[in-house]
Structures are given as structure tokens and as C-alpha cells.
């Protein structure tokens, strides 16, 4: 079975500041490893994916994730914080011979201008 | 592109009451499912199809029902809400096969609060 770990449920960033968000999984076989980002009232939105290719990962919004396998970790970072960054953030694994998606609980980002 | 709509956005309940929550997608998947969002808990999925006429549990799959008649829809059922299923429900797609990236497609959730 596969399981997400975010630590911290709020993050707190000024803006320009780094972002960093922690996600740590398990999983029995090669993971893929996902990021997803939800606004306000609205359905989530895939940022980055990991899928056993490059191990540092871009996404959109200027957001990239490293896999470190030894670690079993998956950490989300932006360099510099905008307000529209201002969201929640999930985790998420599955199997690669899986299909069911497991996600973290979720960490809120507030930027501070 | 429409991609996974979910009918309907918001609903009300009085305990006890069934309804049917919608989801079509038209990106033809053949992976459909159903989450549920609560505070600090993340999704959770409560049922899962692989294919027109095929379904599964998830993780908390009790209270709900699912059915799979075609490729594009995945209807979600209620037979008797209670008010532990207020939450906000998510549908979500993905491709199957050689064609399958891991990505789920969600749709923009419905609401639904049980009196």
C-alpha cells in the first residue's frame, strides 16, 4: 500500500521568500509521486509529476519537486513567493501498477505582503 | 474541452435522504473515481471503476453507491445521507494502459451538506 506524509498543515511565507513544502511517501514498489494545488472553491490542479525519469521535476508556476528515493521524499519549492501562490497544496502517490491515487493531508500557503 | 463535469455543485439534505451525485467526463477514460475532501484529512477515495461495468471499493466506501453503465459517466449515490457525509465530493479521470501517466483530471466538486 502507498502512503503520503505532509509535515506542517500551514506554511506562512513573505513574499519573494522560498517556498518549501514536505512530503515524505511509502510505498511497497516504484512510486509515482504527484503535486497538486486546489484555490479556493475550486477542483485540484496538477503542478508537477514525478514518473521515474528525471529525478528533479519543473512544474507550472515555477514550482519543482526533487525524488530522493533514499529519503523517500518529495519536497515541493519555489524560489520566490508570489500572492497567487497563496493556496493548498497536496501530495500525492500511486503505484506503478496501480491505479488508485493516495493523498496527503494537505499544507495551506499564506503569503504575507 | 469540458473534461470531467460534476452536477450538481451544491445540495442540501435532510438525514435520511438519498440523491445521486453526476459525473461525466469526455476525454474517454476508462479510469474513474470518487473522492471526498474534508478538513485535514485530504481525499479520500471512496469507489473506483476501471471500465464500463467494472468497480471497487476505495477507502471509505460505506454509504455510497457506484455504477459504470458507460465509459463517460460515473454516478454517485447516497442511499441514506447522514451528516458524517457532508463533505465536498470530487470526481476525477485518468487514462488507462501504455497511455497512462499517473495524472488524475478532477472535476470542480460538489458540495453537500446533510442536515
Known amino acids: 500500500a502507498q502512503s503520503v506524509t505532509q509535515l506542517g498543515s500551514h506554511v506562512s511565507v513573505s513574499e519573494g521568500a522560498l517556498v518549501l513544502l514536505r512530503c515524505n511517501y511509502s510505498s511497497s514498489v516504484p512510486p509515482y509521486l504527484f503535486w497538486y494545488v486546489q484555490y479556493p472553491n475550486q477542483g485540484l490542479q496538477l503542478l508537477l509529476k514525478?514518473?521515474?525519469?528525471?529525478?528533479l521535476v519543473k512544474g507550472i508556476n515555477g514550482f519543482e519537486a526533487e525524488f530522493k528515493k533514499s529519503e523517500t521524499s518529495f519536497h515541493l519549492t519555489k524560489p520566490s513567493a508570489h500572492m497567487s501562490d497563496a493556496a493548498e497544496y497536496f501530495c500525492a502517490v500511486s503505484a506503478t501498477n496501480d491505479y488508485k491515487l493516495s493523498f496527503g493531508a494537505g499544507t495551506t500557503v499564506t503569503v504575507r505582503a | 474541452n469540458a473534461g470531467v463535469t460534476q452536477t450538481p455543485k451544491f445540495q442540501v439534505l435532510k438525514t435520511g435522504q438519498s440523491m445521486t451525485l453526476q459525473c461525466a467526463q469526455d476525454?474517454?477514460?476508462?479510469?474513474m473515481s470518487w473522492y471526498r475532501q474534508d478538513p485535514g484529512m485530504g481525499l479520500r477515495l471512496i469507489h473506483y471503476s476501471v471500465g464500463a461495468g467494472i468497480t471497487d471499493q476505495g477507502e471509505v466506501p460505506n454509504g455510497y453507491n457506484v455504477s459504470r453503465s458507460t465509459t463517460e459517466d460515473f454516478p454517485l449515490r447516497l442511499l441514506s445521507a447522514a451528516p458524517s457525509q457532508t463533505s465536498v465530493y470530487f470526481c476525477?479521470?485518468?487514462?488507462?494502459?501504455?497511455?497512462?501517466?499517473?495524472?488524475?483530471?478532477f472535476g470542480e466538486g460538489s458540495r453537500l451538506t446533510v442536515l
Open positions: 476525477a479521470s485518468r487514462e488507462t494502459g501504455t497511455a497512462n501517466t499517473g495524472e488524475l483530471f
Open positions: 476525454m474517454n477514460h476508462e479510469y
Open positions: 514525478y514518473t521515474s525519469a528525471a529525478t
